[in-house]
């Protein structure tokens, strides 16, 4: 297959993307079905387009085509296949090419599982899809061409992938995060959708909502999986958290949980219409912005892609149409949307309202502390940098208090509850948690430590309260169901979420509270210990990989004289980047520990730099992350969320515009 090939399918997928655009919006405004329908089969063809590009440029990666020049600077022909495969998205121009076929493959969902939405609907929010499309389409045919040669003298040998990308998180991490990305555009769709045609209505968010709890699913396990892939590879044992490119996958996620939220009390209650369009405008907004800050040049950052700054000028516009214009058209039609629910001040509604505040106003304090430093830089203010200090200082306060929502707005009701008869109900819980909390540091680590108690506390809190109320609810529920079976599976869903919530919160304060790190120096039969553990440097032997040369490092682990494990740790130098090192720690993982070791430079004497790290509870971090996908795919389980009934379809269709 020809680079060419490739090339000119994009050029069709453009003018069928555009197909997308105009025609059903055509149809819609004639009340043409023949041009509405085209919709679902301009998505199909859209998509097939879009894959023969994508196979012409997996097959050239494959063949080591080194003419292609994405293949030249991102490949190697020792690179082991499934490495070259995931170096399709591992540069600036195939990761937009696995963009656009993650966001064609949204559409031909969406084509096949709405089939039982009212036409017009179906055509309005592919048409939206559609826009999209062709925004990243023109992006990549002007700007990023995926299948530019370098002719007529191609290199003989690629430049070999970044060691850091050489990983299998690598081969996982960037489409699960594309695929939560790129589906909060079905969210924003649907919304835009119901604004264009004044239905903001009840059955919208019904349709929405588990798109947008299956993008939030996947957008979950590609932050855990980033979040492992950066402590298991940068070699230095932390859980990268705050580093501006990770920040740019993070504020959609706060924002897409807070309009599944949102969406909820939509479906169930009509409530909160403006405010659950404006969430699906925002999720996807933060997606767009996300794209700009790793595609733009702006930021500095080992996810980030040397980019031509003059390619985020192209995508700073594209933002700003698809928000200024999502924007204004909320402004012309929001507003005339009238609220008929009625709730108490102690009801789910308003804890629901509450959390997503928090929620956003923690997606808003993450966003300035990304932007500012550019937004100085760019005023010539000097350069500034925000860390830690300032994100943990605003978001744990926000965490705190949403923790302690979460444990309260499950056990109320719809419309209204007893304020007394919650909270005596959730006494117990509340007790427990305390107790668990203060016994906890003295238990674990045999002194006192305040973020300690406040994590285990708000953990417990949660785990209880969730406890006392699945038992209510089961008592409570209708007796002709047997068991577990009494509640829904969106119930269950909403509970695994909350509680994996939970466990990333006790593994990042506990991690943060009691790592122990060593920079040490260790010769040959040097024993150096950490965290009561031992251990005993053998020195090290020099291996070969497919392509790299490493000295791999032996250390036996034990405690109390019994061992425990060999690590071995690597430093290893890729043939291709001989001027590059890369550290391949080691890691004993455990589900109450880790013990992280990392060769340094060597030393005099056959002697090593080694870095020790004993992380407890890290690992709660990505098992609360995995948790919480679990929930959402529990949720969507659910059959309220199949296909709906005639009469609700029917009802949508005649439906007044607002």
Same mark, same amino acid.
């Given at each position: 297959?020809?680079?060419?090939?490739?090339?000119?399918?994009?050029?069709?997928?453009?003018?069928?993307?555009?197909? %997308?655009?105009?025609?059903?919006?055509?149809?819609?405004? *004639?009340? +043409?079905?023949?041009?509405?329908?085209?919709?679902?089969?301009?998505?199909?063809?859209?998509?097939?387009?879009?894959?023969?590009?994508?196979?012409?440029?997996?097959?050239?990666?494959?063949?080591?085509?080194?003419?292609?020049?994405?293949?030249?600077?991102?490949?190697?022909?020792?690179?082991?296949?499934?490495? %070259?495969?995931?170096?399709?998205?591992?540069?600036?121009?195939?990761? /937009? &090419?696995?963009?656009?076929?993650? &966001?064609?493959?949204?559409?031909?969902?969406?084509?096949?599982?709405?089939?039982?939405?009212?036409?017009?609907?179906?055509?309005?929010?592919?048409?939206?899809?559609?826009?999209?499309?062709?925004?990243?389409?023109?992006?990549?045919?002007?700007?990023?061409?995926?299948?530019?040669?370098?002719?007529?003298?191609?290199?003989?040998?690629?430049?070999? =992938?970044?060691? /850091?990308?050489?990983?299998?998180?690598?081969?996982?991490? #960037?489409?699960?995060?594309?695929?939560?990305?790129?589906?909060?555009?079905?969210?924003?769709?649907?919304?835009?959708?119901?604004?264009? +045609?004044?239905?903001?209505?009840?059955?919208?968010?019904?349709?929405?909502?588990?798109?947008?709890?299956?993008?939030?699913?996947?957008?979950?396990?590609?932050?855990?999986?980033?979040?492992?892939?950066?402590?298991?590879?940068?070699?230095?044992?932390?859980?990268?958290?705050?580093?501006?490119?990770?920040?740019?996958?993070?504020?959609?996620?706060?924002?897409?949980?807070?309009?599944?939220?949102?969406?909820?009390?939509?479906?169930? @209650?009509?409530?909160?219409?403006?405010?659950?369009?404006?969430?699906?405008?925002?999720?996807?907004?933060?997606?767009?912005? !996300?794209?700009? =800050?790793?595609?733009?040049?702006?930021?500095?950052?080992?996810?980030?892609?040397?980019?031509? #700054?003059?390619?985020?000028?192209?995508?700073?516009?594209?933002?700003?149409?698809?928000?200024?214009?999502? =924007?204004?058209?909320?402004?012309?039609?929001?507003?005339?949307?009238?609220?008929?629910?009625?709730?108490?001040?102690?009801?789910?509604?308003? $804890?629901?309202?509450?959390?997503?505040?928090?929620?956003?106003?923690?997606? /808003?304090?993450?966003?300035?502390?990304?932007?500012?430093?550019?937004?100085?830089?760019?005023?010539?203010?000097?350069?500034?940098?925000?860390?830690?200090?300032?994100?943990?200082?605003?978001?744990?306060?926000?965490?705190?208090? &949403?923790?302690?929502? &979460?444990?309260?707005?499950?056990?109320?009701?719809?419309?209204?509850?007893?304020?007394?008869?919650?909270?005596?109900?959730?006494?117990?819980?509340?007790?427990?948690?305390?107790?668990?909390?203060?016994? $906890? #540091? $003295?238990?674990?680590? !045999?002194? $006192?430590?305040? !973020?300690?108690?406040?994590?285990?506390?708000?953990?417990?809190?949660?785990?209880?309260?969730?406890?006392?109320?699945?038992?209510?609810?089961?008592?409570?529920?209708? +007796?002709?169901?047997?068991?577990?079976?009494?509640?829904? #599976?969106?119930?269950?869903?909403?509970?695994?979420?909350?509680?994996?919530?939970?466990?990333?919160?006790?593994?990042?304060?506990?991690?943060?509270?009691?790592?122990?790190?060593?920079?040490? *120096?260790?010769?040959?039969?040097?024993?150096?210990?950490?965290?009561?553990?031992?251990?005993?440097?053998?020195?090290?032997?020099?291996?070969?990989?497919?392509?790299?040369?490493?000295?791999?490092?032996?250390?036996?682990? +034990?405690?109390?004289?019994?061992?425990?494990?060999? /690590?071995?740790?690597?430093?290893?130098?890729?043939?291709? @980047? *001989?001027? %590059?090192?890369?550290?391949?720690?080691?890691?004993?993982?455990?589900?109450?520990?880790?013990?992280?070791?990392?060769?340094?430079?060597?030393?005099?004497?056959?002697?090593?730099?080694?870095?020790?790290?004993?992380?407890?509870?890290?690992?709660?971090?990505?098992?609360?992350? =995995?948790?919480?996908?679990?929930?959402?795919?529990?949720?969507?389980?659910?059959? @309220?969320?199949?296909? %709906?009934?005639?009469?609700?379809?029917?009802?949508?269709?005649?439906?007044?515009?607002?």
């Amino acid at each position: 297959m020809t680079p060419e090939l490739g090339h000119f399918a994009l050029i069709l997928a453009l003018l069928l993307a555009l197909s %997308q655009t105009l025609l059903p919006a055509v149809g819609v405004f *004639r009340g +043409s079905e023949i041009l509405m329908s085209s919709a679902r089969s301009l998505a199909v063809g859209l998509l097939v387009m879009v894959s023969i590009a994508f196979a012409v440029l997996a097959h050239a990666f494959l063949t080591n085509d080194f003419s292609v020049a994405i293949v030249s600077s991102q490949s190697n022909s020792e690179l082991p296949w499934y490495y %070259q495969f995931a170096a399709v998205w591992g540069g600036h121009e195939g990761s /937009l &090419l696995l963009w656009v076929w993650i &966001l064609s493959v949204w559409s031909v969902a969406v084509a096949i599982f709405s089939r039982h939405l009212p036409l017009d609907m179906v055509a309005r929010v592919l048409t939206v899809m559609g826009a999209i499309a062709v925004g990243f389409l023109l992006f990549m045919i002007m700007t990023s061409n995926p299948f530019a040669r370098i002719l007529p003298n191609p290199p003989l040998e690629g430049s070999d =992938l970044n060691p /850091l990308l050489q990983d299998p998180g690598m081969v996982i991490h #960037p489409p699960m995060l594309y695929f939560g990305y790129v589906g909060f555009s079905v969210a924003f769709a649907f919304a835009i959708a119901a604004l264009w +045609s004044g239905r903001l209505d009840s059955a919208w968010a019904r349709w929405s909502r588990p798109w947008s709890i299956v993008a939030w699913m996947f957008l979950s396990v590609g932050i855990t999986l980033g979040s492992w892939w950066a402590y298991s590879v940068l070699g230095w044992g932390g859980w990268w958290f705050w580093d501006p490119v990770e920040n740019a996958s993070f504020m959609p996620w706060l924002v897409g949980t807070a309009l599944i939220h949102s969406l909820a009390v939509t479906d169930k @209650r009509g409530a909160f219409k403006s405010w659950t369009v404006l969430l699906a405008i925002f999720a996807f907004s933060l997606s767009l912005l !996300g794209t700009f =800050l790793v595609r733009s040049g702006v930021l500095t950052s080992v996810h980030s892609f040397a980019a031509d #700054p003059a390619r985020g000028v192209f995508i700073l516009a594209f933002l700003a149409v698809v928000i200024g214009g999502s =924007l204004t058209l909320y402004a012309l039609r929001a507003p005339v949307v009238i609220g008929t629910a009625v709730y108490t001040w102690f009801s789910r509604e308003i $804890f629901l309202l509450l959390n997503n505040v928090l929620l956003l106003t923690a997606a /808003l304090s993450v966003l300035c502390g990304t932007l500012f430093p550019l937004a100085v830089d760019a005023l010539h203010l000097g350069k500034y940098s925000v860390g830690p200090p300032y994100f943990n200082a605003v978001f744990v306060p926000l965490i705190s208090i &949403l923790l302690v929502f &979460l444990g309260i707005g499950p056990g109320t009701n719809w419309k209204g509850s007893r304020a007394q008869d919650v909270l005596r109900r959730l006494l117990p819980a509340a007790i427990a948690s305390v107790i668990v909390g203060l016994v $906890f #540091p $003295f238990a674990y680590a !045999g002194h $006192f430590h305040w !973020g300690v108690v406040l994590t285990v506390t708000l953990a417990g809190w949660v785990l209880f309260s969730s406890i006392v109320e699945l038992r209510n609810k089961l008592r409570n529920a209708p +007796s002709k169901v047997v068991g577990l079976r009494r509640l829904t #599976p969106a119930y269950y869903g909403m509970l695994i979420a909350h509680l994996g919530f939970a466990a990333s919160v006790v593994g990042v304060g506990l991690t943060t509270t009691y790592t122990e790190e060593r920079d040490i *120096r260790l010769a040959i039969g040097e024993h150096a210990q950490i965290a009561g553990y031992d251990l005993l440097f053998s020195g090290t032997t020099q291996v070969r990989g497919p392509n790299y040369i490493a000295e791999r490092g032996l250390l036996t682990l +034990s405690r109390d004289g019994k061992t425990i494990a060999e /690590l071995h740790p690597e430093k290893r130098r890729y043939n291709a @980047r *001989r001027d %590059q090192m890369m550290t391949e720690a080691a890691v004993d993982a455990g589900l109450s520990r880790d013990i992280y070791v990392a060769l340094g430079e060597p030393l005099e004497g056959g002697a090593w730099a080694v870095r020790l790290h004993y992380k407890p509870f890290v690992r709660w971090i990505w098992l609360g992350g =995995l948790l919480m996908a679990v929930g959402g795919a529990t949720a969507v389980a659910d059959k @309220r969320y199949r296909l %709906q009934g005639k009469k609700e379809v029917a009802a949508a269709t005649v439906a007044t515009p607002v």
